[in-house]
């Protein structure tokens, strides 16, 4: 039944504390447009996200007005282009991506993933060209987003594309280098990658989902950190219970929204991801609830455990408010898209190294991080070697999404606006991982027993 | 079909003359209301019937909407499934 508190917690939430549905995000199958004539392939790529989310924007429109609750951004995700693009050997893939980004100025959704292969074990047809395409196709488009898989707890670590990927991700921060670099902000390598993500830059349309599906993402960070404060002398199991009151509470409002949207468009519903996602706003912090738990800066000692802490009650909060979770859930810490980790990264707290160890226990990996620009792809593919172990070992998804910052070094700033933010340069280890790297082979997949 | 409606800001002459009289333009019930006013601040909370609205709902919530900004008032004008599927199990 309605009351009063209820009606104004609600409004306080969204009002005052940054609560917002991040995304809507509607899954397309494209595998019934693989055809040899790559141009007949994109004029079906194209017509088939049009006549599918043709809707999508004005849908998520309505449902804002309805509910009162921002819909910030809606999107699409596609199944892997590499496997479109296996059906056109001599031909750029980089054809598919602008015919994605014509579909996008069309919905006029704000991103398309699935610019992207899957190649955890070995590459097939389609994921060496598409791959090697990715700097070009995220350099000549906009909204466009690319990700790539190159480890999986069953299949081991393809350290092949390890190799391959640190030369991708400087190469497309060389060609957007007048840009911001931002064309590594806009392409994640993924171990255990998630085949019904609705976050970006990772999300794509796995083949085991149906033909059209619709996911949500939720976020509210500063909801949790607001219902934090008002407990200041709570013992940590009754903040975790806080947490999981709160997380229920969002998830609640992310299934409706998601069913309402799924009704609209006629489209089966696919999951609510329950994330903690920020934003550089003032207030939709991660970092800003590990401090409200009692850390002086994020990054400092017992970060992990808060962190762990905090990852594990918002998904027990969630799973019971959401007939179907699924996506990424947990919570986001990526550096330039946070306030608290901005100033925790620009003190010198919060290090790459620290990172990595909070990679351990949440949602997904070293997300949004900004290294100097002399990084060599070796580093690079180095740290996605590291950052993939800990998801194969521990049977979690990781990811990497690092922007070298071409022609800037430590201490300076890297400026993408929006929600993308702001990030400074961190320092990285000076020693080289290169004949490491450079063996090639395959990190075999772990024992699932013994696990110690 | 139910809407909940929240008008929170400085009290004025006629603020629910004024948001009761877009309701019936409406065609749309007013079915409850509570009121507080404390000093100068009204906090108001309107439980209407939007069954037999005779346009559409969303451009009710931009009226309510631009009401508010003439006002100088808050007002939000939401379904009020929002409010049950997040406060109930």
Known sequence: ?452 | MRAVVTVIGKDTVGILHKVSGICAEFNVNVIEVTQSVLQDMFAMIMLVDISGINGDFSVLVDRMTSLGTELGLSIHTMHEDIFNSMHSV
Request: hydrophobic share 45%.
């Open chain 1, 1 to 452: 039944m309605l009351n009063v508190y209820n009606i104004l917690e609600t409004i306080r939430m969204i009002q005052d504390e940054c609560l917002d549905i991040r995304t809507i995000t509607m899954g397309i199958s494209l595998l019934d447009c693989i055809d040899t004539d790559i141009d007949k392939a994109c004029e079906k790529v194209y017509n088939k996200i049009v006549d599918r989310a043709r809707n999508l924007v004005p849908v998520g429109q309505q449902i804002e007005k309805e509910y009162g609750i921002p819909i910030i951004n809606k999107r699409i995700s596609v199944t892997p282009i590499a496997m479109l693009a296996a059906a056109c050997p001599n031909e750029s893939p980089v054809k598919f991506a602008k015919a994605l980004q014509r579909a996008a100025d069309t919905c006029g959704v704000n991103f398309i993933g699935g610019y992207s292969a899957l190649v955890h074990k070995g590459f097939s047809a389609g994921d060496m060209a598409l791959i090697r395409s990715i700097p070009e196709a995220l350099d000549v488009t906009q909204n466009i987003c690319s990700s790539v898989n190159i480890g999986s707890t069953k299949s081991g670590i393809n350290m092949d594309a390890v190799k391959i990927m640190g030369e991708i991700v400087k190469e497309s921060a060389e060609r957007t280098a007048d840009r911001d670099c931002i064309g590594p902000a806009k392409l994640v390598v993924f171990c255990n990658a998630v085949e019904d993500n609705p976050f970006m830059a990772g999300a794509f349309h796995g083949v085991g989902e149906p033909d059209c599906e619709i996911h949500v993402g939720v976020s509210g960070p500063g909801v949790v950190r607001a219902a934090l404060a008002k407990h200041p002398d709570a013992s940590i199991n009754e903040l975790a219970d806080i947490i999981k009151k709160t997380a229920f509470k969002i998830t609640r409002m992310g299934q409706l929204v998601g069913a309402r949207a799924s009704e609209l468009l006629n489209v089966p519903f696919g999951i609510v991801d329950l994330s903690l996602a920020p934003t550089p706003a003032i207030g939709d912090s991660v970092a800003h609830i590990l401090e409200e738990m009692g850390l002086e800066q994020c990054g400092t000692h017992g970060t992990t455990a808060c962190l762990a802490m905090l990852n594990d009650a918002v998904k027990k909060g969630g799973v019971m408010a959401s007939s179907t979770v699924g996506g990424l859930s947990g919570a986001f810490i990526p550096v330039s898209e946070d306030a608290g980790m901005i100033d925790a990264a620009v003190a010198g707290t919060l290090s790459l190294e620290k990172l990595e160890a909070m990679t351990a226990v949440c949602s997904v990996g070293l997300d949004m991080i900004v290294v100097p620009g002399d990084i060599t792809p070796e580093t690079i593919s180095a740290i996605i070697a590291d950052e993939a172990a800990i998801g194969m070992v521990n049977s979690k998804t990781t990811a990497v999404r690092l922007i070298p910052a071409v022609g800037r070094k430590e201490g300076e700033t890297l400026e993408f606006g929006g929600l993308l933010g702001s990030g400074p340069v961190m320092p990285i280890k000076d020693k080289s991982s290169a004949k490491f790297i450079n063996r090639g082979g395959r990190i075999p997949a772990p024992m699932q027993s013994l696990k110690n």
